[in-house]
Structures are given as structure tokens and as C-alpha cells.
């Protein structure tokens, strides 16, 4: 995906020369000007082993993110099938419902991480996947409330892992200036999960009686089975991180961990994490803004994953119709993420493309809010939603991750970026009832609020990073510290600089 001019990037102590002349929001490692320079392996060329990298993980996460959050939201496309009927649901049943898949999924993030980087990612996820594909299937057959609340719990057991495990392998072998098309294009997975799914389920419920089965059924355990069989071929294919790469060559591998230890510092792949490395992360208030930031927008985006069936098929659409309608605001937004992401790449900066669809998601609530009776404009602020908060996401926790050192640092923080900012989801669940159909005027509002938290809290993480990267650098990059240290202490190490 990447095109890179030159075979060797500059010596450490180039760069240390070259980050010091640069502003506080650029970015750097610095290190001593006695390592030496990163050499491309002379048979390829750093384009070639981009691309390879690229091929030989990003369609794996992708096809992985894209199942669990079909499996995750499909209920959503299930209930304009007659899912809450057939259980006997009723008043804020089906809320409950979404809401406690976010019990284990919240609780599980950190501890998911730690057994990802002890058992490896295609281990891990593999299991997680095949896990989440059989509760999904499960829910074919549950003939009461019980049974639906029991296996929405267990999906979010198995799921949990998903997101910040991808997040965490993404950022264990990109540079940060080339990370975030492939953290959007990963995250991009959810727009197609969306936009997939209702297509998918316009086409499943046509299956409505088949064998005496109503076809929201036919949804759960069709899409399940789906899972459960990718999730055995990534038993036996699923990439891992660098250091276990056997589809590289061991210059290439060496050329890989070095240009990453360039531009984000030490990795410690070797050091297993303890408990005193959770509170020492957690004792860094960048950690919690990073997961505001998250918190603010995951309401929202659940908030539209889970009810924007419902909301579309309060326009006047059949159930059929609701589907597909459902369908064209997520491949905008799929567009519109990525277009984002090729230019905050090119720019070499994320606050502003945080920022800027926050306030396109902003606009479409707000129009939401304002206009009842105008049924094209109302569908098009459903389009600026999707957008803008699905572009965002990706941006917020690519610049989070990139921006965390190390692997204890980077699995201990992208997991409670992602643990912390889904109790959101929690919220979202009853933001949207019954009872405000349809204008649902509480729930949009709802929403407003947290994205403008979203957005404070991106202000004022990027007011805090500014001002450690000019503190570091009046301080100077020499601070008598062993390469152990500056192992230990990841992005804390005075050399390395922030990217706003």
C-alpha cells in the first residue's frame, strides 16, 4: 500500500538531529547516534515488504472483525424479523439484551490481551472466533428470554478479544506514519459488517418458514455457521507478530522489528506483563483520556449498529425493505473512512481528522433532532452518522495505540481503550425505546452529548502530548538510560516523541 522512497532509513542519530529541529506535534524516536542505520534487505525492497505485510495480515483481521461484529449486531437486523414476538418480549426486554453482552466484553478486554500475547494471536483469536460462531448459532434455536439473555452473555465472552487483539497485532508491525489506512481499512470492517449484514439479512429472511422457522432463526444460525468455519481456517493460518513471522526471512524479520524500534523505540516483546505494569499504565492520564475519547463515540456507534433498523423502518419500509435500506449509509461510510485515513497517513497527522467527522456526526444528529417530516433529508443526516462516526473511531484509537510504546504499554492500553470506552455500550442499549418512537428526540440528544465529550477529551489529549513533546525535547534526548530501561518504559522513554 505504502511507497517508500529509500532503502535505508536515517541512522538513530540522524533522526534525533531531525526530530529536535521539528515542532512539538510531529513525531520521533530518538536514540544514540551510535546505532546504526536500518537496512533494507538487499533482494526486496521496504514497498515490497510493506505489501507483503499487508497481504499476509490485514485480510485476516479484516474477515475476523468483520464476522464478530455481523454476529455482534445481527440481532439488530433479527428483530425486524420477529425476534421479540416469537420470545415474548416485552417493554425494555430486547435492551437488556444487547446490554448484557457488554458485562464479560468489558470486564475481559486487559485479560484478553495478556492470554493473546501468551498463547499467540492465531491461537487466541482463532479460539475466540469459533467461540462466538457457536453462541451465534445458539441463538437460532433459544425459545425464551432466558436463553437469549444467556447467549448474548457468553458472545460477549468470546468476542471480547476481537477488537483490541487486532488493534494490538495492527500496531506491533506498522510504523506510525503508515498505520492508519491499514487501522481504518481494518476498522472499515464494521461498516461492511453493516452494510453486508443487512443485505444478508434481506436475502436470509426470504427464508421465513422455510422448515417452520421464523427468519430471524434462519439469521443467527446461517451467519454462526459462517464463523465457525472461517474461525477453523484461522486455527491453522491466522499471522502473529514479527517475531514469530515464519513467511519471512530472518533478514527480513530483522529489518522489520528495526524500523519499527526507529520510529516507536523498544518493543520488549520478550517481557511478560505483570500486574505492576497494568498500574504503572494506568497511572498515566493520557491512558484515561485515550479511553474518553473512545467512551464518547462508542454511543453512537452502537447506538446506530443496533437501532438504525429500527429507526429506518419508522420511515414506512417493509421488513425486506428496511434491510436494504439500512445498507447505503454504511458503504458511505466505509468510503468516506478510508479517504480520511489515506489523507491524516499523508499529512502525518490525526487531531484534526478526529475532529473533523466528530462534527459531521454532529450535523446528521442535529438534523435528526430538527426535521420530522422530511423523509430524504431525514435518511441523509442517517448517512453524516454513519460517516462521521465511523471515520472518527478508527482515527481515535490508531493515534491512541501508535502512540503507546512497547508491548506491555500498547496491550495493557489499547485493551482498556476499548474495555473502558465499551460501557458506552451499555448506554447506547437504552438510549433508543420503544416508548420515544419514533422521533426518538432523547436518544439523539443522548448521543450529541457524548460525541462532544468525545471531542473535549481529543483537545485535551492533544494539548497534553504537545506539551510532554516540548518538555522532552528542552530536556534533551540524553538522559543515561540503558537500552533495558528505555525497554520499560515504552513511550515514557524521554526520546520518544508523540504524533499529533
Not at 420470545?87 to 493473546?116: K, Q, R, W
Not at 417493509?318 to 478510508?338: E, N
Not at 417530516?373 to 473511531?393: D, E, K, R, W
Not at 483537545?459 to 510532554?468: D, G, T
Amino acid at each position: 500500500m505504502d511507497t517508500e522512497k529509500q532503502h535505508t532509513l536515517p541512522p538513530d542519530g540522524a533522526a534525533a538531529s531531525h526530530h529536535s529541529s521539528r515542532s512539538s506535534s510531529q513525531v520521533g524516536v530518538t536514540h544514540s547516534s551510535s546505532s546504526p542505520a536500518v537496512q533494507c534487505p538487499a533482494h526486496t525492497t521496504p514497498a515490497r515488504i510493506t505489501t507483503k505485510i499487508d497481504l499476509h495480515l490485514v485480510p485476516f483481521l479484516i474477515i475476523l472483525y468483520l464476522t464478530a461484529f455481523l454476529d455482534r449486531v445481527n440481532i439488530a437486523n433479527a428483530r425486524t424479523f420477529g425476534l421479540e414476538a416469537d420470545l415474548g418480549l416485552t417493554s425494555l426486554d430486547y435492551n437488556t439484551a444487547l446490554t448484557i453482552f457488554f458485562v464479560p466484553y468489558i470486564l475481559c478486554e486487559i485479560p484478553s490481551n495478556i492470554l493473546l500475547k501468551r498463547f499467540s494471536p492465531r491461537i487466541w483469536l482463532s479460539i475466540c472466533c469459533l467461540g462466538f460462531g457457536i453462541v451465534t448459532i445458539c441463538q437460532g434455536f433459544v425459545q425464551n428470554y432466558g436463553g437469549l439473555l444467556t447467549t448474548r452473555f457468553f458472545l460477549g465472552v468470546f468476542e471480547c478479544g476481537m477488537f483490541p487483539g487486532c488493534f494490538y497485532l495492527l500496531g506491533m508491525w506498522y510504523r506510525r506514519e503508515e498505520a492508519q489506512k491499514r487501522f481504518s481499512l481494518f476498522f472499515g470492517s464494521t461498516s461492511l459488517a453493516g452494510a453486508f449484514g443487512g443485505l444478508l439479512a434481506g436475502a436470509i429472511g426470504k427464508m421465513d418458514g422455510v422448515r417452520g422457522w421464523n427468519g430471524w432463526r434462519w439469521i443467527f444460525v446461517l451467519e454462526g455457521a459462517g464463523t465457525v468455519v472461517i474461525g477453523l481456517i484461522f486455527l491453522l493460518t491466522f499471522p502473529g507478530f514479527v517475531e514469530d513471522a515464519k513467511w519471512l526471512r530472518e533478514d527480513e524479520r530483522e529489518y522489520i522489528k528495526a524500523r519499527l524500534h526507529a520510529d516507536q523505540g523498544h518493543s520488549a516483546a520478550d517481557k511478560k506483563i505483570t500486574f505492576k505494569d497494568f498500574k504503572n499504565v494506568m497511572k498515566d492520564p493520557k491512558v484515561w483520556l485515550g479511553g474518553l475519547m473512545y467512551f464518547g463515540l462508542i454511543v453512537p456507534a452502537y447506538s446506530y449498529a443496533y437501532f438504525s433498523p429500527t429507526i429506518v423502518k419508522t420511515y414506512g419500509f417493509s421488513p425486506i425493505m428496511t434491510q436494504l435500506r439500512s445498507v447505503p449509509p454504511w458503504a458511505a461510510a466505509f468510503v468516506f473512512a478510508m479517504v480520511v485515513a489515506v489523507v491524516s497517513d499523508w499529512a502525518k497527522h490525526r487531531f484534526l481528522f478526529a475532529i473533523g467527522p466528530i462534527c459531521v456526526s454532529i450535523a446528521g444528529f442535529a438534523i435528526l433532532l430538527n426535521v420530522h417530516h422530511n423523509l430524504p433529508v431525514q435518511y441523509f443526516a442517517l448517512f453524516l452518522i454513519c460517516m462521521g462516526t465511523y471515520s472518527a473511531m478508527p482515527i481515535i484509537v490508531c493515534w491512541f495505540n501508535m502512540n503507546l510504546g512497547g508491548h506491555h504499554r500498547r496491550a495493557i492500553g489499547s485493551a482498556w481503550q476499548v474495555g473502558f470506552g465499551n460501557i458506552g455500550g451499555i448506554i447506547s442499549t437504552y438510549s433508543f425505546v420503544q416508548s420515544d418512537a419514533p422521533l426518538y428526540k432523547k436518544g439523539y440528544s443522548i448521543c450529541v452529548g457524548f460525541i462532544c465529550l468525545s471531542a473535549v477529551s481529543c483537545i485535551l489529549y492533544a494539548f497534553v502530548i504537545m506539551r510532554e513533546n516540548k518538555k522532552r525535547t528542552r530536556a534533551g534526548a540524553d538522559q543515561g538510560l540503558t537500552e533495558s530501561e528505555k525497554a520499560e518504559l515504552g513511550d515514557l522513554n524521554p526520546e520518544f516523541r508523540y504524533m499529533l
